[in-house]
């Protein structure tokens, strides 16, 4: 699951997302004007992938 969660992370670089690493294992994505959002490094529960792309959709404004 940590692959799929990496190929997300390069599609929103492509979209002009800042994508940075916390102190505490996880990833920040951040796009200007708009509200943050924490991923999980290793996510674990099954609906992960589905709820990353909800969030994006949300506060991002991407659509995965």
Do not use: F
Request: proline residues 2%; contains cysteine.
């Amino acid at each position: 699951m940590a692959r799929e969660v990496k190929a997300i992370l390069k599609v929103l670089q492509r979209e002009g997302c800042t994508v940075k690493t916390t102190g505490g294992g996880h990833w920040r994505v951040s796009r200007t004007g708009c509200q943050s959002i924490t991923i999980a490094k290793t996510p674990s529960d099954g609906r992960t992938l589905k709820n990353i792309r909800a969030d994006v959709r949300r506060y991002l404004g991407i659509d995965l």
